[in-house]
C-alpha cells in the first residue's frame, strides 16, 4: 500500500497518515493485495510515472475516491449526487465551501480512473446495472448510467439524499435517476434545456443557455428544500472565480499537448484530466489541483524543448470523435505504441460564441456555468460538424478516430454523416470504431490492432500535413 | 368495411397533397408523440401531416446508409423515407415540424435540417411543466411556429381560427374516445387492427372527414356498450362499467413507445395467438384522445396548456414513470385487461429501462407482461409467434382452442 501511495504522489509523512483511510476505502471497494499489485503494474504500463505532475493528479483523484466514499462519515452527512451533469460540479464545489455537513459527489469518472484504469476492476460495477433494469444486449444502455446505478446498487458510494442529472443531451439519463428514486427512493432533480436550436441560429445559444440557467437556479431551490442548504449567487462568483484558475491550467496543458510534436505524454493521461475536471473542489482543493496541472505544463514543456515524446516525431497526429476511453487506458496506449499520436478530442472544441475574460461579464452566474453548451457536444448536427472541421484544420490532425458508442444515441447518430463530411472537406481517414466509453469489455486487441495499423497506413499515404508538421 | 373507407380518405389526402403542388397550397408534415399542435397547422392553411410511417424493412433500412443501427428503426424510417423520396406525403413537404422529445426524434430533425435546409421547425418541449418559465417557454415556442407558418402561408392565423381549429380537432379526439370505450364490451365490437387504422388514418386525413368517417363508422357499430358517451361528450372520467369475462379470449392492453402507420403485424400475431387486444397506450404513431383542448380563452395559451400539461406524459417527461403506470392500470380496470403486452422497437432504451420498471408494477395486481421487441423485420416469425402463443396460455391458465 505504500509502494502504491507513494506511486501516487503521496509524500512520506502523507503516506503513513493517510494509510489507514485508504486502506478503509480499499476494503469496502473489495480491492485486495493482488488487485494492488495489478494496479502498481498498469500504472508503470500505461501511465507517465516519472512525471511528477502525473503522480499528483494519481494523488488528487485517490483521495476523491477516499472523500468520495467516506463522505459520510468524515460528517458530511447531507449528500448530493450529480452525474452526466455539466456544470453541477460548481455548485458541488459552493455547497462543500459553505456548508461543513453538506457533501456532493460526482464519482463516476474518479471511479472509472481509478478502478477501471488503475485497477482493472470495473466490469462488476457494470453488471450490477445489468442485473437491474439497464440490461445488457442490442439495447446498448449507456456504460455511465450503468456506473451511477452499479456504484449505488452495490453502495460503493454513500447513499445520496438527492440526485441530480441533466437532459441536455439524452433522456436516458434522467430515466435512471427517476427510476433510482422509484427503486432506492432517492429523490431526483433535474436540470435541463430543449435542444431546439436551429442550424440557421449557430452559433448564437441564447435561448438554450436561458433556459438552462433557469432550470438550474430552480435546481438549487431543490437542494435547499432537501439539504436544507441555500446556495447564494455570491457563492457560485466565488467558486466560478477559484475555479478560472484551475480551467486557464487546463487550457494551458491541453494546448501544449495538442501543439507538440511528438506529443509529450501518452494520450491515456487526457481521460485523467477529464476526470480532474468534474471533481467538485472546494478551495483548497482548486490550489492542488492548479499546482498538479502546473507541474506538469512544466515538465511537459521540458520535455517538449529535448523532443522528448510518446510517439516519434512526426508521427500522425489524430482528432478523437467522443471523449477518450474512461475506465481502460488500453485503447490510446495501444495507439501511441503503434505510432498514433491522438491530440485531443472534438468535446474539447472551443466553445461558439460563449463569453471568454472576467467570469463576471454574464451578469448571473447560471449563465456563466452553462455557457458549455456552446461546445460542440450538444450543438446541432450542423454546428457540431463545424466546430469538428475547425478542430481538424487548426490541429493540423491527419486522421479522425471516431469512438462509436452506441450508448449514447445523441451522438453517436452524426457519425457517419460527420465522416463523408470529413473525407469530403479534408480529405483525411477517418477510422470508425465501436467501442464502449465506459466498459472494458468492448476491447478486443487483435482486431484494433489490425485496424489501427490499417488507418495508420491510410494516413501516412494520404496526409497532407506529415511533411509540414515541425 | 372500415379498411375501404380509411382507404379512400387516405387517397383523397394523396390527391389533396398532389394538387397542392400545383395551387400553392402548404404541406407541413411533423414528427408524432402528440407534442406538436396540429390545430396550428391547420388554421394556417396547410395540409397537416404526421410523419408516421413504419412497421416496414424498407425505408427504416435505408436510413442505415446514414444513421446507424442504434438509432430505433422508426426515426430510421423517416430518415429512410426522406432518402428515397417516394412517398409523397414525405417528398411534397415545404416543412417539417419536429419536437424536442426523444434523442432519436430529435436526430431526424438535425439530419432533416442538414439535407434539406430550413425546411425544420424545431419545437422545444420543455421536459417538466411545474414551473412556471417551462410553460411560458413552450407558449413561446408555439408563438414562434405560429409566425414560421404565417410566413409559410401568407395567412394571418387568427384567434378565431385557432378557436375553430381546435374545435375541429376536439370532435376527432372525442369520438376515438367514445369507439375505444366501446372495446370495454366483452365482446368488442371494433378489432384492434380496426380502431387502429382509423387512428393512424387520422394522421394524414383531413380531420373534418376523419371525424365524419368516424362518427359513420361509430352510429354503425353492432354494439355499443351502454356507458360509452356521445362523441360531443367531455373527456371520461367514469367508473368502468363491471367487466363480464365471458369468451377464452383474454383481453390485452398493447403499451410502448411507438405503433407506427403500417406497423401492424403485431396487431395480427396477438389476435393469431388468441387474445384480443382492446386498448392501446403508445406514445408515437397513435393520435391522443383522451384530453382536450380548452376552446375559451386564449388560443395559443389553450395549445400550450393542453399540449404540455393536459396530455398524459410520455416516458420522456420527467418523473413520468409511475404516471404512466398508474394510467395504464386504470385502463387496465376500465377494460377489464389480464395481460400487457409491452412492445418496443429494437434499441429504444428510456422506454427499455421502464419496462423493467412496469413489470414489476404490474406483479402486485397479477397482471403478467410480456415484452416484445420490433426492429421491422420478420415480426411474424415462429419465435415471436410462440412467445405470444405461451403467453396467451399463462393468461387462460392453459391451451386454448384455435
Known sequence: MLEFLEMCGFEEKERRTQQPRVQEVFDRLGLSDQDLERAKDRMTTFYDLDLLGVRKIMRILVKDLCNTVLMREDGRTRVVHSCMAPGMDILGSALMDNYDDAGWIDPNFTFMAILGGLFDKYVPILEAAERQWLKSGAVAHCGMVKSRVGLISLGLIPKPDLTITTGFACETSPKVNELLEEVYGIPACYVDACQDRELWEYPDSTRVISFAAKSMRAAVERIHEVTGCRITDDMLWKVLEERKAFEDAVGRLKTLVQMSDPIPFRSAHLTLLMALDLIPATADGFVELVDALDTLHEELLERTRQGIGATSKGAPRVLGMFPHH????????????????????????????????????????????????????????????????????????????????????????????????????????????????????????????TKLETFKSMMESSSPHLETLS | MISDRVDALLRSRGEDVERAGHTGRKVVGYLPGGYVPEEMIYASGAIPLCLSHGGEAKAADQGLSILPGVICP???????????????????????????????????????????????????????????????????????????LEALTGTTITDAALTEAIAVYNRLRALFEALSLTRRS?????????????????????????????????????????????????????????????????????????????????????????????????FEGVRDYWHRIDATGDPLDALARGYLIDKRPAAFMRGSTRKRLEFVKQLIREFDVSGVLWYQLLCCEFYDEEAYFFERGLRPDGIPMLMVESDYHALDSGPLKTRLEAFVETLVGGPIDA
Open chain 2, 186 to 282: 366483452p365482446h368488442p365490437p371494433l378489432s384492434s387492427l380496426e380502431f387502429m387504422r382509423l387512428n393512424h388514418a387520422s394522421l394524414y386525413a383531413d380531420p373534418v372527414a376523419m371525424a365524419d368517417l368516424l362518427e359513420a363508422v361509430y352510429q354503425g357499430l353492432p354494439l355499443r356498450e351502454v356507458s360509452a358517451p356521445p362523441p360531443d361528450a367531455p373527456p371520461a372520467d367514469v367508473p368502468r362499467t363491471p367487466a363480464h369475462r365471458q369468451g377464452k379470449r383474454p383481453r390485452v392492453l398493447l403499451t410502448g413507445p411507438n405503433l407506427a402507420f403500417g406497423d401492424h403485424d403485431v396487431l395480427k400475431a396477438v389476435a393469431a395467438a388468441g387474445a384480443d387486444l382492446v386498448v392501446e397506450e403508445v
Open chain 2, 74 to 148: 422508426f426515426a430510421r424510417a423517416q430518415v429512410g423515407e426522406m432518402l428515397l423520396d417516394t412517398n409523397p406525403f414525405y417528398s411534397s413537404l415545404d416543412l417539417l415540424v419536429v419536437p424536442s422529445t426523444c434523442q432519436h426524434m430529435k436526430k431526424i430533425g438535425d439530419v432533416w435540417e442538414y439535407y434539406r435546409g430550413p425546411q425544420v421547425f424545431k419545437l422545444g418541449v420543455p421536459y417538466e411543466h411545474d414551473k412556471d418559465f417551462e410553460l411560458q417557454y413552450f407558449r413561446d415556442r408555439l408563438g414562434a411556429l405560429k409566425e414560421r
Open chain 1, 326 to 449: 474512461h475506465a481502460d487506458p488500453r485503447w490510446e496506449h495501444v495507439a501511441n505504441q503503434m505510432g498514433v499520436a491522438i491530440v485531443a478530442c472534438d468535446f474539447e472544441g472551443a466553445p461558439q460564441g460563449g463569453a471568454a475574460g472576467d467570469v463576471r461579464e454574464l451578469g448571473d452566474p447560471y449563465w456563466a456555468i452553462v455557457q458549455h453548451l456552446n461546445g460542440p457536444f450538444t450543438q446541432p448536427l450542423g454546428g457540431r460538424l463545424d466546430i469538428i472541421l475547425n478542430m481538424c484544420r487548426n490541429l493540423r490532425v491527419d486522421g479522425v478516430f471516431c469512438h462509436y458508442h452506441p450508448g449514447c444515441r445523441y451522438v453517436v447518430a452524426d457519425v457517419m454523416i460527420v465522416r463523408e463530411a470529413i473525407l469530403k472537406e479534408l480529405g483525411i481517414p477517418v477510422l470508425m470504431i465501436e467501442w464502449e466509453n465506459f466498459d472494458p469489455r468492448a476491447y478486443n486487441h487483435e482486431q484494433y490492432e
